[in-house]
């Protein structure tokens, strides 16, 4: 059963960032190589969307929301892939989740105030 971890969220003020992580594994504990990856999100009282995705070309695409603000990246094992976000808005305030192997991840608050 592949089991999804992300870290990263908190609390930041507007203009701050963020780095989202989210890596894969099997019980008992097995990495696996991460070939493509989506993000999305959930705001309250809204329906979760997706915000970024990564291909396995390696070639990403993003929502108009946060482009130019949001970078997918991965590490170099391809066993983490990292969300930066940058230029945070108090709208970017939403529970956010990965998905690969068929998998959700747990999801990380992430809640932009001053």
């Known amino acids: 059963q592949v089991q999804l971890v992300e870290s990263g969220g908190g609390l930041v003020q507007p203009g701050g960032s963020l780095r989202l992580s989210c890596a894969a594994s099997?019980?008992?504990?097995?990495?696996?190589?991460?070939?493509?990856m989506d993000w999305y999100r959930q705001a309250p009282g809204k329906q979760r969307e997706l915000i970024a995705s990564?291909?396995?070309?390696?070639?990403?695409d993003y929502a108009d929301s946060v482009k130019g603000r949001f970078t997918l990246s991965r590490d170099n094992a391809d066993k983490m892939v990292y969300l930066e976000m940058n230029s945070l808005k108090p709208e970017d305030t939403a529970v956010y989740y990965c998905?690969?192997?068929?998998?959700w991840g747990q999801g990380t608050q992430v809640t932009v105030s001053s």
């Open positions: 099997t019980a008992p504990g097995t990495i696996l190589t991460i070939y493509a």
């Open positions: 990564l291909a396995s070309s390696g070639s990403t």
């Open positions: 998905k690969t192997w068929g998998t």
